[in-house]
T-cell receptor, first 119, second 109 residues
Framework: NAGVMQNPRHLVRRRGQEARLRCSPM?????VYWYRQLPEEGLKFMVY????????ESGMPKERFSAEFPKEGPSILRIQQVVRGDSAAYFC?????????????????FGPGTRLTVL | RKEVEQDPGPFNVPEGATVAFNCTYS??????FFWYRQDCRKEPKLLMS???SGNEDGRFTAQLNRASQYISLLIRDSKLSDSATYLC??????????FGGGTRLMVKP
């Protein structure tokens, strides 16, 4: 059972360009979460999605950032007109809809992250 | 005040030592708690979940005190491979996780 997959693992963009980060949840998981970790800081929640629905985007900056989780395909975190302050590690996590065994619905498993560097 | 607070450390301990980390949380509505470990430049990996008063898994014991709003993690017989940053995490209504800043552990030979 493959874990959470994210790509690209490393992304370099110049100021003003767009960054698109992709996340495929674990098999059987229908909830996706995006977190951001700035250098030398803790992880901060950005957005929580289910298929075709944004459930909570309270941690997402109001401008330039958007996220989607279409019916088919991976979840996408999109950052338009990137600035140097967007340089960070972006982690995606997933959790199941229905718990089973030790895999409760509140247990989130993380992907390897995308390290975004803005020049 | 941060919602989940941890001593950043670092904790430097010799192999075989017992080490304990504490974590306090401010949101009394937090429903469950987790300890994750994060190695340098890697993703957080789930170590333990804490739903009631405590949980034990091998050398690791987590305890929860809801009255005082703190969670602890005890590591016995420390190994070199335990060196990492340990993240205290609260799960809140709405399914989001709130992370503490992490406690860094260095186990020395």
């Amino acid at each position: 059972n493959a874990g959470v997959m994210q790509n690209p693992r490393h992304l370099v963009r110049r100021r003003g360009q767009e960054a698109r980060l992709r996340c495929s949840p674990m098999k059987g998981h229908s909830h996706v979460y995006w977190y951001r970790q700035l250098p030398e800081e803790g992880l901060k929640f950005m957005v929580y999605l289910q298929k075709e629905n944004i459930i909570d985007e309270s941690g997402m900056p109001k401008e330039r950032f958007s996220a989607e989780f279409p019916k088919e395909g991976p979840s996408i975190l999109r950052i338009q007109q990137v600035v140097r302050g967007d340089s960070a590690a972006y982690f995606c996590a997933s959790s199941p809809l229905v718990g089973s065994g030790r895999d409760y619905t509140d247990t989130q498993y993380f992907g390897p992250g995308t390290r975004l560097t803005v020049l | 005040r941060k919602e989940v607070e941890q001593d950043p450390g670092p904790f430097n301990v010799p192999e075989g030592a017992t080490v304990a980390f504490n974590c306090t949380y401010s949101n009394s509505a937090s429903q469950s708690f987790f300890w994750y470990r994060q190695d340098c430049r890697k993703e957080p990996k789930l170590l333990m979940s804490v739903y009631s008063s405590g949980n034990e898994d091998g050398r690791f014991t987590a305890q929860l005190n809801r009255a005082s709003q703190y969670i602890s993690l005890l590591i016995r017989d420390s190994k070199l491979s335990d060196s990492a940053t340990y993240l205290c995490v609260a799960h809140n209504a709405g399914n989001m996780l709130t992370f503490g800043g992490g406690t860094r552990l260095m186990v020395k030979p």
